[in-house]
């Protein structure tokens, strides 16, 4: 029986590694749109979280660190939907969709209720 050495099981443990899909890239997205919103940049928010939603589109409960200690729940569409709302009238329609998917996967309980209706009270008729 042949062993393997160093350089071999190094090589084996290189390819292993590159050909392993990267695990939280949804949360990295999910985590750079939050800070893009928070600093008021909802374009790139929106687009964070469109990315992060290609990656994962299941809201959840885990908590993912956005900075220091605060963590918020994996809610990409929720977030979406208040990226949208917060760019402005022309993206009301996509906010209310965001929202429909979130509550229909049943993390959110009602949280963007109060979302909506600031939209459907300034939205086109």
Avoid: N
Avoid at 16 to 25: H, K
Avoid at 44 to 57: C, T, W
Avoid at 83 to 112: D, K, M, N, P
């Amino acid at each position: 029986m042949r062993r393997v050495g160093g350089l071999g099981l190094l090589l084996v443990c290189v390819g292993v590694t590159l050909s392993t899909p990267a695990w939280g890239d949804s949360d990295d997205s999910f985590r750079k749109g939050m800070v893009a919103a928070d600093l008021g940049r909802y374009a790139e928010a929106v687009g964070r979280f469109r990315e992060a939603i290609s990656e994962d589109s299941r809201e959840s409960t885990r908590q993912i660190l956005i900075s220091g200690v605060f963590y918020t729940a994996y809610l990409p569409h929720y977030q979406l939907g208040r990226a949208l709302l917060l760019i402005g009238e022309s993206e009301c329609a996509a906010a209310l969709e965001a929202w429909s998917i979130s509550e229909r996967q049943g993390v959110v309980h009602g949280r963007s209720r109060p979302w909506a209706g600031r939209v459907r009270g300034r939205g086109p008729g």
